[in-house]
């Protein structure tokens, strides 16, 4: 008998300790939200006041998350391309321009990337 008492007591021991981590655990504050989720908490209840719902609301929050953001740096200088970055951005141009596509694309823009005079496209294979 004084042995299941003894269970008994450590049983009750265990429960009340482990309800008292997970009551400290509940009673931890909360941590604070941080730009972006108060942005998003705060458009979220703009559209539920003005009762949006689907595509109304989708475009509303598009609209109200973009508004006034600051993820994106403010005009940051643009880096100039380097004279390799620029002729590739010709020569994809040119490419696109003669709507090439596949083997001929890659074998075009090889060619003119090399720096040949006047790249033409490959011939296209039979299949």
Avoid: V, W
Avoid at 23 to 50: F, I, S
Avoid at 76 to 86: C, D, F, G, S
């Amino acid at each position: 008998m004084k042995f299941a008492a003894t269970i008994l007591a450590i049983t009750f021991a265990t429960a009340m300790s482990a309800s008292s981590a997970f009551a400290a655990d509940a009673a931890a504050p909360a941590k604070a939200l941080t730009p972006q989720q108060q942005k998003m908490k705060d458009c979220n209840a703009q559209a539920t006041g003005q009762k949006l719902a689907g595509e109304a609301r989708k475009s509303f929050m598009s609209t109200c998350l973009k508004a006034g953001s600051t993820a994106e740096p403010a005009a940051a200088p643009a880096k100039p391309m380097t004279p390799q970055q620029e002729k590739m951005k010709a020569c994809s141009t040119q490419a696109r321009d003669k709507h090439l596509a596949g083997p001929e694309r890659r074998t075009y823009m090889s060619s003119c990337l090399k720096g040949d005079s006047n790249p033409a496209p490959a011939p296209a294979a039979a299949h």
